[in-house]
């Protein structure tokens, strides 16, 4: 379906551009977005790499599992019917970790093993748990202390200061994942 949307919209676009006589301008403006998006891509691409590696220092060096301590009285709270001794509750922890720490790129395969973990525990016969639904809705919402793939887009866009906007997404991730918390606790009930 989205691919049909971007096909339409691009060809809506050439045929405006044709009829109001900016072909001209619109090839332009494709080749400056298109050559804007490769630098974009190669300036993020450093930042991931930055910080993956610095989160597989972390790892092992022991950082990720000190803070993994921190987060297991809220994943017993969270995940009620996951021991977090489980391979579901291990990666479900060090998912969010992963998450709190900026690393989304990190935290998608452990994303993807707890909700495998998660799916044996409960049989094929069953479709989402309350425990799938809230990680999946924590996982969308999650909160960053370090919200690296922002900064690194604001830096490779040219900001005089990339980091300044860590305070409002602090604010509003701590909204976002109280809201999924009651929302995820109240539906599935």
């Known amino acids: 379906m989205l691919n049909?949307?971007?096909?339409?919209?691009?060809?809506?676009?050439?045929?405006?551009?044709?009829?109001t006589g900016r072909t001209a301008e619109?090839?332009?403006?494709?080749?400056?977005?298109?050559?804007?998006?490769v630098t974009m891509c190669i300036g993020l691409l450093g930042m991931m790499?930055?910080?993956?590696?610095?989160?597989?220092?972390?790892?092992?060096?022991?950082?990720?599992?000190?803070?993994?301590?921190i987060v297991?009285?809220?994943?017993?709270?969270?995940?009620?019917?996951?021991?977090a001794e489980s391979a579901a509750g291990k990666a479900i922890i060090m998912n969010i970790t992963a998450n709190l720490l900026g690393m989304g790129n990190a935290a998608t395969p452990l994303g993807l093993k707890a909700m495998?973990?998660?799916?044996?525990?409960?049989?094929?016969?069953?479709?989402?748990?309350?425990?799938?639904i809230m990680f999946t809705a924590l996982n969308t919402?999650?909160?960053?202390?370090?919200?690296?793939?922002?900064?690194?887009?604001r830096m490779a866009a040219g900001s005089a200061n990339a980091s300044e906007i860590i305070i409002p997404i602090?604010?509003?991730s701590a909204c976002s994942v109280a809201t999924v918390i009651i929302c995820a606790k109240l539906g599935s009930k």
Do not use: D, H, Y
């Open 26 to 37: 619109t090839v332009n403006g494709a080749m400056e977005g298109a050559s804007e998006a």
């Open 49 to 69: 790499c930055m910080w993956n590696g610095l989160m597989k220092i972390a790892e092992l060096s022991g950082i990720t599992e000190k803070v993994a301590v």
């Open 170 to 172: 602090w604010c509003a």
């Open 72 to 83: 297991k009285p809220v994943f017993k709270l969270l995940f009620k019917n996951i021991s």
């Open 116 to 132: 495998r973990e998660m799916k044996k525990e409960c049989g094929k016969e069953c479709s989402a748990t309350k425990e799938m």
């Open 4 to 19: 049909m949307l971007w096909s339409f919209m691009i060809i809506f676009s050439i045929i405006v551009s044709f009829f």
């Open 141 to 153: 919402a999650s909160f960053q202390l370090i919200p690296s793939t922002l900064i690194g887009m």
